[in-house]
């Protein structure tokens, strides 16, 4: 007989132990990636541990852009090494996570933001990464229902295409990630949150989850939009303020749009997905909060910009919409890595509105940090020092609304 639905389970919880090699605050797509390529590398005395749901932090709430053409060769290359895990990530997990690489433009509509892009373009091209700017006619070729002519506030004057970005399924990302890291023996707790870090001389020694107390002599946060209270455990002040971000999705549509589109002046962005519905999102709201609330303001406002994109798209209707927790930096570059001064804990934060296509490659990297006790080169420009060495990763005009 045909079997049309998948009945076992994605992954089980064993007991609690009182003590781990390794403790994961957070079951976000970097916890459980950091978890799967640990257990990958042999370390499997593993706990994740996630005070609610699995992927219920921003890793189940985003909008699951994937691209790599940012603006310093730190975050090229980190960011391109990203796109090529997920480029693999299927085959990988054994489970599709459907990663649709349709290509994705930036669009600039005034002369300074061309000028933007023109310099975005030639940093990515010095780095290997495809990308390059187009002006309207081409633009029309490829996104057909936009509105390039002269009539809007902001007339689109050119564009940064990069071809391998585009969208991914995030459910199945942190989904599949899960169940491969279980099935090769790393232990993942829902509802279990840490509420204190225990530290010895400097070392950190346990943690006090709301299930009890487990020894572990490595604690990594991959905390998001709480990682600042997570580290405040440890008396650590991390330079981040969480600001919500929100988004909305639209009833389905037949496919017109096979390209994300990204204003910076507009502050939106809009996608489409395989079943038709247009994922639309903007900034982060302007006040720091920890509030989940979706606001009527900030869905006006999008839904006003897309519109000037796109004016066919008027009487289409909301689906739903939603919010999530970003933990910004200043520089809008994360924080990876050892903290000086608090030996085993490791920081994956700072992720703010463009972590979850950087999972894989943070994933890996700290795994391997762990595993060696050495950092791996492409993490050392985002370690917690630069904001005391003065050398930011500056990142803001390719990150702030282009997710
Ligand atoms: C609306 C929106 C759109 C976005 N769009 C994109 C996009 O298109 N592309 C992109 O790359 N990024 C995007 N992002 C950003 C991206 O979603 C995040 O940067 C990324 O998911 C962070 O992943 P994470 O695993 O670090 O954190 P999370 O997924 O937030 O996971 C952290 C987990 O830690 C848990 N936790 C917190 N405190 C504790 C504790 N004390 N004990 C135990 N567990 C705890 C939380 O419950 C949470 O589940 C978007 C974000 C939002 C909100």
């Not at 391998?164 to 790393?186: K, S």
């Not at 589109?261 to 939106?268: F, G, N, R």
């Not at 940090?369 to 500056?394: C, N």
């Amino acid at each position: 007989m045909w079997q049309l639905f998948r009945r076992e389970r994605m992954w089980t919880s064993e007991p609690l132990k009182g003590r781990y090699d390794i403790v994961i605050i957070g079951a976000g797509v970097h916890g459980l990636a950091t978890a799967y390529y640990l257990g990958k590398l042999g370390v499997r005395d593993v706990a994740v541990l996630e005070k609610s749901y699995i992927g219920s932090g921003a890793s189940g709430r985003n909008t699951a852009i994937i691209r790599s053409n940012y603006r310093t060769p730190e975050g090229v290359v980190f960011f391109d090494e990203s796109v090529r895990l997920y480029e693999a990530l299927s085959a990988e997990l054994g489970y599709n996570v459907l990663f649709s690489q349709q290509g994705h433009l930036t669009l600039a509509h005034t002369d300074s933001a061309v000028n933007g892009l023109r310099v975005r373009a030639e940093v990515n091209q010095l780095m290997g990464v495809e990308s390059r700017v187009i002006w309207p006619p081409e633009i029309k070729r490829l996104v057909p229902a936009m509105d390039i002519s002269s009539r809007p506030r902001y007339p689109i004057l050119a564009a940064l295409y990069h071809p391998p970005g585009g969208i991914v399924r995030h459910d199945a990302v942190g989904g599949g990630e899960a169940r491969e890291a279980a099935r090769i023996g790393i232990a993942i707790h829902p509802f279990t949150e840490v509420i204190v870090i225990g530290t010895s001389n400097g070392q950190v020694t346990s943690v006090q989850s709301t299930r009890g107390e487990i020894r572990a002599g490595t604690v990594v946060n991959a905390t998001a939009g709480f990682c600042s209270t997570v580290a405040r455990l440890v008396g650590l002040r991390l330079p981040i303020v969480t600001h919500p971000l929100q988004a909305f999705v639209t009833e389905p549509l037949i496919p017109f749009l096979d390209k994300v589109i990204v204003s910076a002046t507009l502050h939106s962005y809009v996608s489409q997905t395989d079943r038709g519905e247009l994922v639309i999102g903007g900034e982060i709201d302007p006040y720091g909060s920890y509030s989940l609330a979706s606001t009527l303001p900030c869905l006006e406002v999008l839904a006003a910009h897309t519109l000037e994109l796109f004016p066919c798209l008027s009487g289409v209707k909301v689906l739903r919409q939603w919010t999530g927790l970003c933990d910004m930096t200043p520089d809008y570059s994360p924080i990876m890595g050892e903290v000086p001064g608090v030996k085993g804990l490791i920081l994956d934060v700072g992720w703010g509105t463009y972590g979850f296509k950087a999972g894989p490659v943070a994933g890996t990297r700290i795994a391997e940090l762990i595993a060696s006790g050495k950092t791996p080169d492409v993490l050392k420009p985002f370690s917690i020092t630069r904001f005391w060495e003065d050398r930011l990763v500056g990142e803001k005009a390719a990150a702030a609304v282009s997710h």
